[in-house]
């Protein structure tokens, strides 16, 4: 019955994919058209990453119409580096040009096309990115030189980073997309497909952990994932109960949504079972991967301690990484210890810039937090778990409370925090606490890891 459903529902997909064909290749072309009349003769080859890079990117369809879910990954490989604000002028013209809302402005409900590059010097020393070497073997070749024969780059080289970055941007998508108030249908539609990507994206945070589960396309791997850890690590299923299902499930109706789909599900129940499930992953990740004694019931419980060696131990390891994979330092102790002072360098100044990205955008955060060593991106991903799960248990004053100390105290300037008291509907100050810390996750992220936006 299982296998006639996933039968069924493949044929479907293949059928709505073909009549999105057309609009794709046009959304690809005006998008080569753009980035050749910035980049000219800098630009060496551009490739679609990513799910439809894969070819089984999400769609929705109602009425015969197909549209596509979240966004086209496109990377751009040059011959130099590129400034962010050429990055950010071809992202603008492309929207522009399509009449899509610009992902510099728009929230994760809205279809953006996505570019970041890579110059040929960095890609060819191999960085140890999950989406290079994605690039590598399962992506799709727009134009120019293809260079993906001489990557040199192999699963087994790949960063336990890049599972860091995937449970946590995971937090950050949930908590954008959670109405605490009202909630569109588009933006209901959105929050599903983030909760099924992220039972889908597991396998990939596990296959870095045991590389035998990791296969090009997400319906292999998601099997994989069950066939491998069911044997390998038993008590995971029983951490999680209906892992597995959930798993399996999520990974086929993530590529085809519909209404009948979005008005059948359970979205608190939906909630909290993603919600349990991502803070047990997260915390077992930093366990197995890393050896960080964090609660097994989960990363919200971790005490204040445990989340500040997390923000060091994980992004000192993706130093020391770089520098065994990338510089040719063969000593593993060598880089590691090399990896923790290059951390104690670059924290200060993505602290710095994410003070003067915050100070930018009119969030009132305190000046002493350029001086801060923190891991604001860490910090701010285990207040976002928190807040996730009081908001699908339904927050009280407990929960408030917590905010307070670990977020608006440690983050927004005092006279901000009096003024936001003053407000005696904590309603509407949840709302605001909701928005706040979003942005300010959005903003670590992009200071901590040099996005442009």
């Known amino acids: 019955m299982r296998r006639k459903f996933f039968a069924d529902l493949d044929q479907m997909y293949v059928l709505y994919y073909s009549k999105f064909e057309p609009m794709m290749q046009k959304y690809l072309n005006v998008t080569v058209e753009k980035i050749l009349k910035y980049l000219g003769k800098s630009c060496i080859s551009i490739y679609l990453i990513g799910s439809f890079g894969r070819g089984e990117g999400a769609l929705y369809f109602e009425n015969g119409s197909v549209q596509p879910i979240r966004d086209f990954d496109i990377l751009v490989v040059t011959t130099k580096p590129i400034s962010s604000n050429i990055i950010k002028a071809i992202t603008e013209e492309i929207h522009e040009r399509l009449g899509l809302s610009s992902p510099t402005e728009a929230t994760l409900e809205e279809f953006s096309i996505w570019i ?16 290079y070497y994605e690039l590598k073997i399962a992506s799709k070749h727009l134009y120019g030189i293809d260079v993906r024969n001489i990557i040199n780059l192999e699963l087994k080289a790949l960063s336990l980073y890049n599972g860091v970055l995937i449970l946590f941007t995971k937090v950050y998508g949930l908590l954008s997309l959670y109405s605490f108030s009202s909630r569109t249908y588009k933006r209901t539609l959105n929050y599903v497909y983030e909760v099924l990507k992220t039972y889908t994206e597991l396998s990939t945070v596990f296959s870095l952990l045991d590389n035998s589960v990791y296969r090009p396309s997400f319906s292999e791997r998601c099997a994989m994932f069950y066939k491998v850890y069911s044997v390998k690590l038993p008590g995971l299923f029983e951490l999680i109960p209906n892992l597995g299902s959930y798993i399996l499930l999520a990974c086929a109706r993530r590529k085809l949504l519909d209404h009948a789909l979005i008005d059948g599900i359970d979205l608190n129940s939906l909630s909290i079972h993603a919600l349990e499930t991502l803070d047990r992953v997260m915390s077992l990740y930093m366990m197995l991967g890393y050896g960080i004694a964090t609660p097994l019931s989960g990363f919200s419980k971790s005490n204040i301690i445990t989340i500040s060696k997390v923000g060091t131990v994980t992004l000192a390891g993706f130093f020391s990484d770089y520098l065994r994979k990338v510089v040719g330092i063969r000593c593993e102790l060598l880089a590691k210890i090399l990896g923790f002072i290059l951390l104690s360098f670059y924290l200060p100044i993505s602290n710095v810039k994410f003070v003067i990205k915050a100070r930018k955008e ?4 305190k000046l002493r937090l350029i001086f801060s060593s923190k891991n604001h991106f860490t910090y701010l991903t285990y207040v976002g778990i928190n807040l996730l799960k009081a908001l699908a248990y339904n927050y009280n004053d407990k929960n408030l409370m917590f905010l307070k100390e670990y977020f608006l105290k440690e983050y927004l300037s005092s006279s901000y925090l009096k003024k936001l008291e003053e407000n005696k509907n904590s309603f509407v100050e949840m709302g605001v606490i909701i928005k706040l810390l979003t942005k300010l996750l959005r903003l670590a992220d992009v200071s ?4 442009t936006f």
């Open 448 to 451: 901590i890891h040099a996005k």
């Open 116 to 131: 970041t590059y890579t110059t040929i010097n960095d890609l060819l020393r191999g960085t140890p990115l999950l989406k």
């Open 362 to 365: 009119k969030i009132p955060v």
